[in-house]
């Protein structure tokens, strides 16, 4: 997965995401195949973010994605 999409985090946007996301998460189906596409680097509680401080993954839980706005701080 990491291969695919590198190591910046889906859910922050910053580099250094070292956990799979599962998109759809295991807990609204444990089943789910093991699939590289149906995951998406994110920062966890053993490695949160060190730009934000965030641990996103555990965050969203078994929330839905969220698509926040990319503003720019040069305002």
Known sequence: ???IYGD???ICG???AGEAD???PV???AQQPVDPHAMRPAHGVN???STCG???NTERGAGPIEKHLRTSEAW
């Open 8 to 10: 910046r985090c889906h």
């Open 47 to 49: 490695a949160r973010c």
């Open 1 to 3: 997965m990491f291969a």
């Open 22 to 24: 599962h998109l759809i």
């Open 14 to 16: 910053h580099a250094g």
């Open 54 to 56: 965030r641990a996103c």
């Open 27 to 29: 807990s609204v189906d």
